[in-house]
């Protein structure tokens, strides 16, 4: 692997078919595998990240609390406790509630097709953050989220948005 982080490239039904570096993968459209993590606390809001300046693509947008790509040989929830640790400095049970396919291009030419497993949880806890990955966070009520999120659209991630409209389909 060397230097270069590779990811797992899959098919459309989510097998593993192939290896490959992260940006070249995002550089052209090559569907591989994603993880987001969605954090709820016992008020009913829902903790949002502000992406970091220096993120290669969605920099300083809002999203869920952590999303990345699973490593090579990593199972998908180890992914997603991995990551949770890394950007917001905490952990907690996970529970994968949905899957999904999805694409967006960005202003650098960079393109995201990914097959995202998306993971839920409950926490209070105390936290903090990653500063190379997480220039804020905020716990948000879903009902303001919902009211923010049509006023203010470009605020946040695709994916996000995304994952908000499947989320409370579920509901």
Not at 19 to 46: C, G, P, T, Y
Not at 89 to 102: A, S
Request: charged share 30%; proline share 2%; with cysteine.
């Amino acid at each position: 692997m060397g230097d270069k982080l590779e990811i797992v490239l899959v098919d459309e039904d989510d097998k593993e078919i192939w290896l490959w570096e992260k940006m070249d993968v995002h550089k052209k459209w090559v569907l591989h595998r994603a993880i987001s993590v969605l954090i709820l606390n016992q008020k009913w809001e829902m903790l949002l990240q502000q992406r970091a300046l220096n993120k290669y693509h969605c920099g300083w947008l809002w999203s869920n609390a952590t999303c990345t790509h699973p490593f090579p040989g990593e199972g998908n929830i180890d992914a997603a406790h991995r990551r949770l640790q890394e950007e917001m400095w905490f952990d907690t049970d996970l529970e994968e509630i949905f899957e999904f396919r999805y694409t967006a291009h960005f202003d650098n030419w960079l393109i995201e097709n990914e097959y995202d497993h998306v993971f839920l949880w409950y926490y209070d806890g105390e936290m903090d953050l990653n500063p190379g990955e997480v220039a804020d966070y905020k716990w948000i009520s879903i009902e303001k989220l919902k009211k923010n999120i049509v006023e203010n659209s470009e605020s946040y991630t695709q994916r996000f948005k995304i994952i908000l409209e499947k989320y409370f389909q579920l509901k």
